[in-house]
């Protein structure tokens, strides 16, 4: 296989770059894990001599706390508007399971699918600690009353989308930390 010119690389590169700057603020594409890869690959091809070993290191560890930023803050989201120990277990799990369907099965993408997935999580969390009869707690562990359990789990579902606009403007923190560290890398 013939070489690609540095400067081709470095194009394809910085698209990957600026898709995965989108991505991380826009469900459905990958986000910070795209400018790592985007990075990385990019670093290999150039023997690491452009983009070096810390610059790649810094940006996989962005990486990785972009993708627990919206795992945490869906979650969080959900039990901050209401869901009970039950409801915030079922978002964790649907979160965790509709990143993987969504991004490896219906492709719409990890974080379109923790969104759905946090939230279908949420409503059959609720339901079966309601079908089980366990009263919902209050952050004091106290029992709160259940004056319309259909309402308080479509606050804490919603919840989940306020979870995923903070996690989004953290990821997108995270996003622009790494576009700045792989461009600086480049020119310097």
């Given at each position: 296989?013939?070489?690609?010119?540095e400067?081709?690389?470095?194009f394809?590169?910085?698209?990957?770059v600026?898709?995965?700057?989108?991505?991380?603020v826009?469900?459905?594409?990958?986000?910070?894990p795209?400018?790592f890869?985007?990075?990385?690959v990019?670093?290999?091809?150039?023997?690491?001599e452009?983009?070096?070993?810390?610059?790649?290191?810094?940006?996989?560890a962005?990486?990785?706390?972009?993708?627990?930023?919206?795992?945490?803050?869906t979650?969080?989201g959900?039990?901050?508007f209401?869901?009970?120990?039950?409801?915030?277990?079922?978002?964790?799990?649907?979160?965790l399971?509709?990143?993987?369907?969504?991004?490896?099965?219906?492709?719409?993408?990890?974080?379109?699918?923790?969104?759905?997935?946090?939230i279908a999580?949420?409503?059959?969390?609720?339901?079966?600690?309601r079908?089980r009869?366990d009263?919902?707690d209050?952050e004091?562990?106290?029992?709160?009353?259940r004056?319309?359990?259909?309402?308080?789990?479509?606050?804490?579902?919603?919840?989940?989308?306020?979870?995923?606009v903070i996690?989004?403007?953290?990821?997108?923190?995270?996003?622009?930390?790494?576009?700045?560290?792989?461009?600086l890398?480049?020119?310097?």
């Amino acid at each position: 296989m013939p070489e690609l010119p540095e400067g081709t690389l470095l194009f394809f590169a910085l698209v990957g770059v600026a898709l995965g700057l989108l991505g991380s603020v826009l469900p459905g594409l990958p986000g910070v894990p795209l400018i790592f890869v985007s990075a990385f690959v990019y670093a290999y091809l150039t023997g690491f001599e452009v983009v070096g070993g810390g610059v790649i290191v810094l940006i996989g560890a962005l990486a990785v706390l972009a993708f627990v930023a919206d795992y945490v803050g869906t979650a969080y989201g959900a039990r901050r508007f209401g869901a009970s120990g039950w409801g915030t277990a079922g978002g964790a799990i649907g979160g965790l399971l509709g990143a993987l369907v969504g991004a490896l099965f219906l492709g719409i993408g990890a974080i379109f699918g923790l969104i759905l997935g946090s939230i279908a999580g949420v409503f059959a969390g609720e339901h079966l600690r309601r079908s089980r009869g366990d009263p919902a707690d209050d952050e004091a562990g106290n029992p709160l009353p259940r004056p319309s359990d259909w309402r308080r789990t479509s606050r804490a579902a919603g919840g989940v989308l306020v979870g995923y606009v903070i996690s989004a403007v953290a990821q997108g923190v995270m996003g622009i930390i790494a576009v700045i560290a792989f461009v600086l890398a480049v020119i310097y």
